[in-house]
Each structure stands twice: as C-alpha cells, then as structure tokens.
C-alpha cells in the first residue's frame, strides 16, 4: 500500500465529487421527508417476502444520520452507517479542499491489495445483511 499526498490545490477530483454527493444525500436525509412523501417508498422485496433485504433500513440510516441518532442508524443498518459517516467526512475534506487548497491523500493499492478488500468487503456485506435480518425478524424494525 502507498499514500500518495498530491501538492495544495482546488483541482476538483474524484474525492470530491463523493463529497458533494454526500451533502447532497446528508441535506435530503435531514429537511425531505421522502418515506411519508413518495406514496410507494419501501421495500417491496421485504413486502412481498416478508425478508429484508441488504438494502433495508438505508433511508432510516440516512435520516436518524443526517439528525446525529448515531445509535440508531446503527440499529437499522450498521454498513449502512458506516456509509453515512464515510459521504460526513468526505464532505469535511471536500470543504477544507476547495477552500484552503487542502490535499486530499490517495491510498494506491496493488492487486493483492484490492483482492483482500474484495474480500473484506463481501464478508461485512454478509455480516450486515445477517444483522439486518436478524433485526427485522427479532427487534421488529420497521
């Protein structure tokens, strides 16, 4: 793994663009009340089965989020929120990037590398979605 830290700039980049749709995504969550506003909002997979799916409980992440109910959005979707906090920092960077010409720092992976994150990131997506279910079945989430 190298860290690569480019020299001061404002050039708009990839990072960026992350961090807008964050804000973007974090400024709905938290003044649009989509669930109670677009008639058919929720999970038709979860309505016609009766499980949920990975996805469920994403626009309660983002809501309890975007209102700082941390524990909440945790109870819903843990990767959901870890997801959350990921488009919160992007958006801090972003900010401190195009203001103060911060750089942002860029991890370069090699395969092997990319191969474990690979990895990695398909068993948190298991461990969330057994999370998931459990908590819908259990706890009664809705």
């Known amino acids: 793994m190298q860290l690569y830290l480019p020299q001061r700039n404002r050039t708009f980049g990839s990072a960026d663009a992350i961090g807008v749709i964050g804000l973007f995504g974090l400024l709905v969550a938290r003044f649009v009340p989509v ?4 008639p058919f ?8 089965t009766g499980i949920p799916c990975p996805g ?3 626009t309660r992440v983002a809501d309890r989020f975007a209102h700082f109910n941390v524990l909440g959005a945790l109870e819903a979707n843990p990767l959901g929120t870890v997801a959350a906090a990921f488009f919160a920092v992007m958006v ?4 401190l990037h195009l203001t ?3 750089p942002i720092p860029e991890v370069l992976l090699d395969e ?8 990695f990131a398909v068993g948190l997506f298991f461990l969330n979605y057994g999370w998931v279910v459990y908590a819908h079945t ?3 989430f809705h």
């Open 35 to 38: 669930a109670r506003l677009v």
């Open 41 to 48: 909002w929720g999970c038709t997979f979860r309505r016609v």
């Open 56 to 58: 469920c409980g994403l």
């Open 92 to 95: 801090v960077l972003t900010v």
């Open 100 to 102: 103060f010409k911060l």
């Open 112 to 119: 092997r590398e990319w191969k474990a994150v690979r990895y």
């Open 138 to 140: 259990q706890l009664h």
